[in-house]
């Protein structure tokens, strides 16, 4: 019952078809081990950046809530106190000698109510310091600025982008490996039917197949 392996294959010395056979089949396996991490990895760093785009979106979204009314009332409060002082310089100006005494002393009241609303303006959207009670993380959503959410935009379309082409680099790497799949099957089929025509053609188009599959996992190698 103790077969050496070359009496099987039919002599001590193989020939050209065994020794390209064994040499694709050794490539392939290694292509297989090779394609199958690279698109493990594709797979990881693609739910990664899935994961920081979705944080990113949450931080926008927080970011907006919590500083848009409080952005908002600063603009109206300091457009209205603004719009008292044009007026009543307004009307001072196109007043005649009998309403001039009267609109300067009105402009004057409009001016110190202009003042007062900026005051107030600035106490009701002061941002709260350490000491007021308000959580940290809170804190920080009122304070957000729009040049920093501008930027946290940014990096969430990059965040996006990096999704997208580590997908595109998974895609790729499946589709080697169904190649390499393939190609196993193929070398199977070569080692059955021998040496004959159709093993040939078998071993050829298993080689082509190979190939492809090489040339897919290439194109899923990180740039």
């Known amino acids: 019952m103790d077969l050496d392996v070359e009496t099987g294959l039919g002599g001590g010395e193989k020939t050209a078809f065994q020794r390209w056979l064994a040499v694709l089949v050794g490539v392939a396996a290694v292509a297989a081990a090779l394609i199958a991490t690279l698109e493990a990895d594709a797979d990881r760093r693609e739910e990664h950046a899935f994961v920081r785009g979705s944080r990113l979106s949450l931080d926008i979204f927080e970011g907006i809530a919590g500083a848009g009314p ?45 003042d007062r609303l900026i005051q107030i303006v600035e106490r009701m959207t002061a941002l709260p310091g350490p000491d007021s009670g308000v959580d940290p993380h809170t ?63 078998a071993l050829i188009v298993a080689a082509i197949s190979l190939a492809a599959a090489l040339g897919w996992g290439a194109a899923a190698l990180p740039l």
């Open 70 to 114: 409080r952005t908002s009332l600063q603009a109206r409060g300091l457009e209205q106190a603004l719009s008292l002082n044009v007026e009543a310089t307004a009307r001072v100006a196109g007043s005649g000698p009998e309403l001039f005494d009267l609109q300067a002393a009105r402009a004057a009241a409009e001016s110190k109510a202009s």
């Open 139 to 201: 804190r920080e959503i009122l304070a957000a600025d729009p040049v920093i959410l501008t930027e946290v935009v940014l990096e969430q379309n990059a965040q996006v982008d990096s999704a997208e082409r580590f997908g595109t680099r998974q895609d790729r790497a499946i589709f080697a490996l169904s190649l390499v799949a393939i190609t196993a099957v193929l070398l199977g089929l070569a080692g059955v039917m021998g040496e004959g025509r159709p093993g040939r053609v």
